[in-house]
Nanobody, 126 residues
Framework: QVHLAQSGGGSAQAGGSLRLSCEVT?????LGWFRQAPGKERDGVAI????????TYYADSVKGRFTISQATPRGMALQMDDLQPQDTAMYYC??????????????????????WGRGTQVTVSS
């Protein structure tokens, strides 16, 4: 079983930056970040496949502003720059062990990953 421990987040002004971290204990090679704002559905933010090299996928809304990375052998990070009020949400990390063809951008829509963190709040004020 995979355990995910999230840290980081908090509050920022528009145009500012925050960093989220997720330590992964267990077998996983497909890692992702998702977010959910109050009253809205969960959205995919970014996916990274770490099984051989590093392949990343991003939602259009965060491309060029957010960066997902395998920060440590057991963890990943989401660097969020040029934050905007519409980025305000609860952010969740997720993980699974998948064939590389199954760790791809479709996961941003389906969120079909087995294990999830508890979430961390990000609030951006204008």
């Amino acid at each position: 079983q995979v355990h995910l421990a999230q840290s980081g987040g908090g509050s920022a002004q528009a145009g500012g930056s925050l960093r989220l971290s997720c330590e992964v204990t267990g077998r996983a090679n497909c890692l992702g970040w998702f977010r959910q704002a109050p009253g809205k559905e969960r959205d995919g933010v970014a996916i990274v496949y770490t099984g051989g090299g590093t392949t990343t996928y991003y939602a259009d809304s965060v491309k060029g502003r957010f960066t997902i990375s395998q920060a440590t052998p057991r963890g990943m990070a989401l660097q969020m720059d040029d934050l905007q009020p519409q980025d305000t949400a609860m952010y969740y990390c997720a993980a699974d062990f998948l064939h590389p063809a199954r760790c791809a951008d479709h996961l941003l829509r389906t969120a079909a990953l087995d294990d999830w963190g508890r979430g961390t709040q990000v609030t951006v004020s204008s």
